[in-house]
């Protein structure tokens, strides 16, 4: 009896050291891209077994640091790289496209039904540098404007800085309290009467309150056609070229199979 079990154990040792393992490839960063990066792994692994996707989010800024410090393989970026970025780390990003998006200005549900369907430019800029600080400046009943926005890292919050703000270094003096991702600024939204934040497209429902901007609201047809001014494109990012594992995913990700994920989740396709 000894003597079986010792050879039953013997043969598992050789086995588990025969046995080849997955390839694991390491996604990491904006938590806009995110439900695309989780979903896609989810669909790519279940395809096949020779490579381990995994998916974590952290923001873009995060995504990128480590891509260029060897933690990650593949980051997820909601806008392109920094200069300052290339500066820091070298200039080795290799970009690949894989959705097309939007910045949704949104307001609590409250705000939206008391008639703040649309604002301008000049409008939210003037409620996040702190000028505007009570909703009926802009139409709606005498009630305190509660400013949302995204924590440093966030290519959201570098976006909307960069086109609303006119630099993605503007100071947001009105802003009350700072979010680490798409999914807390929704939260907070739809738990206020008076709040306003932005987030991206595929965030939005019908329990918040999108409205227009610059006269133009937010949808796959006006991200597609250019006519929403906050369109923005989605990445993806190696520092150098790809692992072979990791262009396989890329090559996942960018497929037909890919962009329809990528449209189920509330992206434009980018292909």
């Given at each position: 009896m000894r003597r079986d079990k010792l050879l039953a154990g013997i043969v598992l040792a050789v086995f588990l050291i025969a046995a080849p393992?997955?390839?694991?490839?390491?996604?990491?960063?904006?938590?806009?891209?995110?439900?695309?990066?989780?979903?896609?792994a989810e669909e790519f692994n279940d395809a096949q077994s020779e490579i381990e996707v995994s998916v974590t989010g952290g923001g873009s800024g995060v995504?990128?640091?480590?891509?260029?410090?060897?933690?990650?393989?593949?980051?997820m970026a909601s806008r392109q790289v920094k200069d300052a970025e290339k500066e820091?780390?070298?200039d080795n990003f290799v970009e690949f496209l894989i959705a097309y998006d939007a910045v949704c200005i949104?307001?609590?549900?409250?705000i939206y039904d008391a008639g703040v369907t649309?604002?301008?430019?000049?409008?939210?800029?003037a409620i996040y540098n702190g000028e505007i600080t009570n909703w009926e400046d802009v139409g709606s009943p005498d009630e305190e404007i509660y400013v949302l926005?995204?924590?440093?890292?966030?290519?959201?919050?570098?976006?909307f800085n960069k086109m609303v703000m006119g630099s993605d270094e503007a100071e947001t003096l009105g802003v009350r309290t700072y979010h680490g991702s798409n999914a807390?600024?929704?939260?907070a939204i739809t738990g206020s009467d008076k709040a306003i934040g932005y987030l991206g497209l595929n965030y939005v429902q019908d329990d918040i309150g999108v409205i227009a901007y610059e006269d133009v609201e937010p949808s796959a047809e006006t991200i597609e056609d250019t006519s929403y001014p906050l369109a923005r494109a989605l990445y993806m990012y190696t520092f150098g070229e790809p692992s072979e594992d990791a262009q396989a995913f890329l090559d996942f990700v960018?497929?037909?199979?890919?962009?329809?994920?990528?449209?189920?989740?509330?992206?434009?396709p980018a292909y």
């Open positions: 393992a997955s390839a694991a490839v390491t996604v990491s960063g904006s938590t806009t891209v995110m439900p695309l990066g989780e979903r896609c995504g990128i640091k480590n891509i260029a410090e060897d933690i990650s393989d593949i980051a820091t780390y070298g949104a307001v609590s549900q409250e649309e604002l301008s430019q000049d409008d939210v800029a926005a995204r924590l440093p890292g966030s290519g959201t919050r570098d976006t807390e600024i929704k939260s960018m497929s037909e199979d890919g962009q329809t994920v990528a449209e189920d989740e509330g992206f434009v």
